[in-house]
């Protein structure tokens, strides 16, 4: 690179309702390598950000859920197709966030965009795997189908900036529920950028709505939230989890509690999809011909 | 509307059941008193009887019988599934062999007509038991990977509404997936599950693996909050439910909840308008309304409103109400006093909202927790009667103009357990099950229920299924 050009910084910005605003606080925070040199400033998302992010994430559940799983599928491979496209990007940033050298960072982004493929290939499987018909002891044709449960909060684990992040909320949109992720606090430039790649994804906007800052402050508006269903507490710590948790019983929100994950780069199982499916159970009468009906 | 004829009493005899004087807590295998030798009666709701006395668990009763569970798990989870399949059967085949006795006993402690007790709640009971047996030996093949675990002492606290379905829901499949527990039945019903302590002794089930503490809330929220215990199943009110999400917040407990419910019965201008009564009817008054999935909510189609609503109130003039264990009883007792008064103050309530009450005539016994099948016509959906939860006989009528108000005004609840619609064409079922959300929906039926179908809410009724092998999920950990 020339010594003479300047390099143009990005303005990271948050990511709701399919378009990039900053804070309407306007307030940011200093985002540092391991090193402590100085990477960006985020925006410091307010509990008004938490708010916004969560009419957004409500108002694209209608349109996201009822899309054909077929459809959802080719989305999410299509993100696989754009993470791709600007892998170099992700591996400097993961490796910048997370004190990584080089390889160990492409390892992740690689994993990251695999994980993507995996989960596109799981939306119209999922239902046939969960779902079925139930044998009842009666004239009755029963069958249990798996429905997602709405908007859901995601904290993403604070280590792992962008596989760990990609781990949680690929899941979530997957089965047609549309998410709020708090990244991780220290480490929330490869999430922010995540959402370039959703917008440019076929995505609609509002299904994943991305905010950065303070893991804490955003996330007690989230699980207080009349209108969330359900919360991912991978990235709190033991206490405020508990917090969180308690705040989460109010309406009922389904929680998922933090586990240890020593390796995001294994293979996920259906636990993160299931999590945040609603098992429907429709009756319909199948009658009977009686016995002038025909016999074949 | 006096009938030209009359029934004549059909009793079902009691002299089948045989109700001790009083009963211990069932701990570790054996009956015994409360540690500090509390005691409690528990009542007929039909006559105000005094059935018998019960033991009242405290603290130290809870703690003996995690103790106990804990103890017998060890055994019992390496037992293989096949053997532990066979205590299973053995207790299916019990339940059915005693079913008329657990019916008049369950209807002379709760209150409901022996009708139900005889034709619903004790051949589900037996069915459970058969469907989660076969399960014990399979459980590598249900989908939850293989040698799936138990998670270990389950407490369980179960409703008044039906004691011995409830309790058979949680045991079953705690027992089948290798699990030991403690179970609290409501205070106001506790008998039918001491008769399946008794049950259990004759199956030779292990000691310690199935615990039975009677006794009010406060030894259900000491067994939720024992640190020995890994798994919380609940059914019951939502605040409760809320209660008890607080509580094990932060713990490693896994826990079902199985709360209330506003459900929405949705009859279209081309349904069959007799099966669509009779599914009302068995919507709202099946065991007086005290149903969580109840069809609490009549949402009706404008344009068949007045012909509906005529041909409802024929029907409910000819329910019989009632002594619960006459044969030809429709409707039986409210299970308490103080049900019976949470049912009054809701329905004084939507009166004095400006809803239009209406009940058939209809005389009340002069003994017993009594309330009259009630229908709200005239409602919104911001009236106390639309939104509130009242577990009784009281249906609210809303109506509808297009498919499109009816899904909107079915999912404008809080809570999400049950749905009805009603309607010829097989294009518009689905489209409305769709999008109602709901856990349960029965089209062109009603309350229909069955151990292979899962069961459970969206939303503020709950979380996690009973029945069928989504069942399994709420007591293995995966």
């Known amino acids: 690179m020339s010594d003479a050009r300047l390099s143009v910084l990005k303005t990271y910005k948050l990511y709701v309702g399919g378009k990039f605003p900053r804070s309407e606080s306007g307030r940011v925070y200093e985002v540092t390598d391991s090193k402590n040199n100085w990477l960006a400033n985020a925006p410091l998302a307010s509990r008004k950000d938490a708010r916004d992010a969560v009419v957004a994430a409500r108002k694209a559940f209608g349109g996201w859920s009822g899309a054909t799983a077929y459809n959802r599928g080719q989305i999410l491979y299509r993100i696989a197709e754009m993470l791709e496209g600007r892998r170099g990007q992700y591996v400097r940033e993961v490796a910048d966030a997370e004190g990584l050298s080089k390889s160990k960072a492409a390892d992740q982004v690689d994993a990251a965009i695999d994980r993507w493929v995996w989960y596109a290939g799981w939306t119209d499987k999922i239902a046939q795997v969960v779902g079925g018909g139930n044998p009842v002891a009666g004239p009755f044709f029963n069958l249990s189908s798996p429905e997602p449960t709405g908007v859901v909060a995601v904290l993403a684990p604070q280590a792992s900036s962008f596989l760990g992040l990609v781990s949680v909320v690929a899941p979530v949109i997957a089965t047609g529920n549309t998410a709020v992720v708090v990244a991780s606090e220290r480490s929330p430039l490869p999430a922010l950028s995540l959402g370039e790649v959703l917008a440019t994804s076929d995505l609609p906007g509002g299904v994943v709505n991305i905010l950065s800052g303070r893991t804490a402050e955003i996330a007690a508006p989230l699980a207080a939230h009349q209108d969330v269903n359900a919360i991912d507490l991978a990235g709190a710590d033991e206490a405020l989890a508990k917090e969180l948790e308690i705040a989460a019983a109010d309406n009922l929100k389904r929680v998922l509690r933090p586990q240890p994950v020593d390796n995001w780069s294994a293979t996920p199982g259906t636990e993160r999809m299931t999590a945040f499916l609603e098992t429907k159970t429709v009756w319909h009468p199948t009658g009977s011909l009686g016995a002038s009906g025909s016999a074949y | ?478």
């Open chain 2, 1 to 478: 509307m006096a009938s030209a004829f009359e029934y004549a009493p059909a009793p079902e005899s009691r002299s089948i059941v045989d109700i001790a004087p009083s009963y211990g807590l069932f701990i570790n295998g054996e009956f015994t008193e409360a540690a500090d030798g509390k005691v409690f009666k528990t009542v007929s709701p039909s006559t105000e009887e005094v059935l018998s006395e019960v033991a009242e668990a405290g603290e130290a009763d809870v703690d003996r019988a995690v103790q106990a569970a804990r103890k017998a798990f060890e055994k019992w989870s390496a037992l293989p599934g096949s053997e532990r399949a066979k205590y299973l059967f053995r207790i299916a085949r019990i339940i059915q062999e005693r079913s008329r006795e657990l019916a008049v006993l369950e209807t002379l402690d709760n209150g409901k007509p022996i009708r139900e007790t005889r034709d619903a709640d004790l051949p589900l009971v037996a069915a459970h038991f058969f469907y989660y047996a076969g399960w014990a030996d399979k459980l590598d093949h249900a989908g939850y990977g293989a040698n799936p675990r138990p998670l270990g002492v389950a407490g369980q606290v179960i409703p008044w509404n039906f004691p011995l379905l409830m309790l058979a829901w949680k045991i079953a499949p705690a027992l089948a997936t290798g699990n030991t527990v403690v179970l609290k039945p409501a205070e106001t019903t506790p008998l039918s599950a001491l008769f399946f302590a008794d049950i259990c002794r004759q199956a030779g089930l292990p000691k310690g693996v199935v615990n039975i503490l009677t006794g009010d809330g406060r030894a259900g929220a000491a067994l939720i909050a024992h640190p020995d215990v890994d798994k919380v199943a609940f059914t019951g009110s939502t605040a409760v439910g809320k209660q008890i999400a607080r509580t094990v917040a932060g713990t490693r407990k896994k826990v079902t909840l199985e709360l209330g419910g506003k459900g929405a019965n949705i009859v279209f201008d081309d349904a069959p308008v007799d099966q669509a009564v009779e599914g009302i009817v068995n919507g709202i008054f099946f065991n007086q309304g005290q149903v969580c999935c109840a069809g609490s909510r009549l949402l009706v189609q404008e344009s068949i409103h007045d012909e509906l609503l005529d041909s409802l109130k024929r029907r409910l003039g000819t329910l019989r109400l009632g002594d619960p264990l006459d044969k030809n009883t429709d409707i039986g007792a409210i299970n308490s006093a103080e049900q019976l008064a949470r049912i009054t103050a809701l329905a004084d309530r939507g009166e004095a909202e400006g809803a239009e009450r209406w009940s058939p005539a209809c005389e009340l016994p002069q003994n017993g927790f009594w309330f009259a099948p009630t229908l709200f016509t005239k409602v919104t959906q911001a009236h106390t009667v639309a939104r509130d939860e009242i577990f009784g006989p009281v249906l609210s009528v809303l109506t509808f103009r297009t498919p499109d108000e009816a899904v909107a005004k079915a999912n404008n609840t809080p809570y999400g357990l049950s749905a009805g619609i009603w309607t010829e064409k097989g294009s518009r079922i689905l489209a409305v099950a769709n999008k109602l959300r709901a856990g349960v929906i029965w089209s062109n039926t009603f309350n229909k229920f069955d151990p292979t179908s899962p069961f459970g809410g969206y939303k503020e009724s709950g979380f996690g299924r009973e029945g069928g092998r989504h069942g399994l999920e709420a007591y293995l950990d995966v």
